[in-house]
């Protein structure tokens, strides 16, 4: 059901933004970001630290989700320290449990920032030409540790892969080419990823 309203909202707030319909925007999008919240909560949230810093990471992210509906290069960056902050959280959470997958995991998250920061590059100007890197190998190493979790969190894996997936067009709409097709592709895969990661939080 959650998904359900997930995807109805996702697909609400696309429409208005082609439309540039701003108030739906606004009502859209927070009911998106809403959807992953209640999961977590209403499952109920596993007891211990690994539920708790998962769920900081979902509400930043809904935090990160609310600034990037702003244009400005403020707006941006106070989005994208949220979503760090949220990462770092996912990745202290998703180390708790890593097993012989991180190998597997950090040789995924070393390709990633490669190929990643040699794309980008040439499209950063100060101060994402610091802030990016940063940025890059943050969720690069929660996509090593939530692969590496994958035996004990499956989920943790394939949210983990989802959400770095979802920020490649996030990055081509700011950076290279502002395109409708980026959020097309880009939302799907991040609320896939958020739910994902937050079904790891419930107890089962």
């Known amino acids: 059901m959650i998904g359900v309203v997930i995807t109805l ?4 707030w696309l429409v208005a933004s082609t439309v540039r319909e701003s108030q739906a925007r606004y ?22 630290t690994r539920a708790t810093l998962v769920f900081a ?6 935090t990160g989700d609310m600034a990037l509906m702003g244009q400005s290069d403020r707006a941006f960056i106070t989005g994208l320290v949220a979503f760090l902050a949220g ?3 996912y990745v202290v959470a998703f180390a708790l449990d890593v097993g012989p997958l991180l190998w597997f995991g950090a040789a995924v998250a ?13 499209f950063l100007s100060p101060p994402f030409h610091l802030a ?26 394939i949210g983990a892969v989802l959400f ?16 409708a097709l980026n959020p097309v592709l880009g939302l799907p ?11 790891t939080a419930i107890a089962g």
């Open 9 to 12: 909202a996702a697909t609400a």
């Open 27 to 48: 009502i859209a999008k927070p009911l998106a970001s809403a959807g992953f919240l209640i999961t977590a909560i209403t499952g109920p949230l596993a007891p211990g």
């Open 57 to 62: 990471g979902l509400v930043l992210g809904a």
């Open 87 to 89: 990462h770092i959280a």
């Open 110 to 122: 070393s390709v990633l920032v490669i190929v990643v920061l040699r794309w980008l590059r040439p």
């Open 132 to 157: 990016v890197p940063v940025y890059v190998v943050v969720i690069a190493a929660m996509v090593a540790v939530g692969i590496g979790s994958a035996r004990a969190y499956p989920l943790a894996g």
């Open 164 to 179: 770095a997936a979802s920020d490649v067009f996030v990055a081509r709409e700011r950076f290279v080419h502002s395109s």
């Open 189 to 199: 895969l991040y609320y896939a990823g958020q739910l994902a990661i937050a079904i």
